[in-house]
């Protein structure tokens, strides 16, 4: 019998004396932070579940690819956002890891404004808003449940966004978007 299936972005195995085992590829998710200290959060409409919650952009991590120049991708290719930072969280999050490793590391990005004229939803990835959000409307989102995907919640609070430090103390650290180590 077969113990290990294995797909683009995730591996099922079996454990003996355990069950079955996910794992999957390491993946990004960005605290992108406008330039007025507001957060900017996506609305999806996740069509597995048929739910809807507003989300930190994120994704995976191509081949041998930066983290935060994953994070940075990923923020443009699903937001149209651009940063002029970013630095990567040093705490790497696990999503569940009594089920196997869901390693997601957290991108802060600072200074982030739209492309163009404002930002593009990518439809097709499930994306229907983007909009900017302040600390109390962000609070709010999480008690009502309207932010209730782990990895934006857990991004936000290791981001110490929630905590209101100043832009400025975030991004004292942050190298700039073109000044990446490969």
């Not at 355990?18 to 900017?40: E, K, M, N």
């Not at 302040?134 to 999480?142: E, F």
């Amino acid at each position: 019998m077969r113990r290990t299936f294995d797909f683009d972005w995730f591996k099922v195995r079996w454990l003996p004396r355990y069950g079955w085992i996910l794992d999957r590829s390491p993946a990004v998710v960005v605290v992108p932070i406008s330039p007025d200290d507001r957060v900017w959060l996506a609305q999806l409409e996740r069509v597995p579940t048929g739910t809807s919650s507003w989300e930190l952009p994120g994704g995976g991590v191509d081949g041998n690819e930066d983290i935060v120049t994953a994070g940075l991708r990923e923020l443009e290719e699903e937001c149209t956002l651009v940063a002029k930072r970013g630095r990567l969280h040093p705490n790497v999050l696990e999503l569940a890891p009594g089920m196997g490793r869901f390693q997601h590391y957290v991108v802060i990005a600072a200074d982030v404004v739209p492309k163009g004229r404002r930002p593009v939803p990518q439809r097709e990835e499930g994306i229907v808003a983007i909009r900017r959000f302040d600390r109390p409307s962000v609070r709010r989102m999480l008690r009502t449940g309207r932010i209730n995907v782990h990895a934006t919640v857990a991004a936000l609070v290791v981001s110490g966004w929630l905590d209101g430090r100043t832009a400025q103390q975030r991004s004292d650290r942050a190298r700039p978007a073109n000044d990446r180590p490969r």
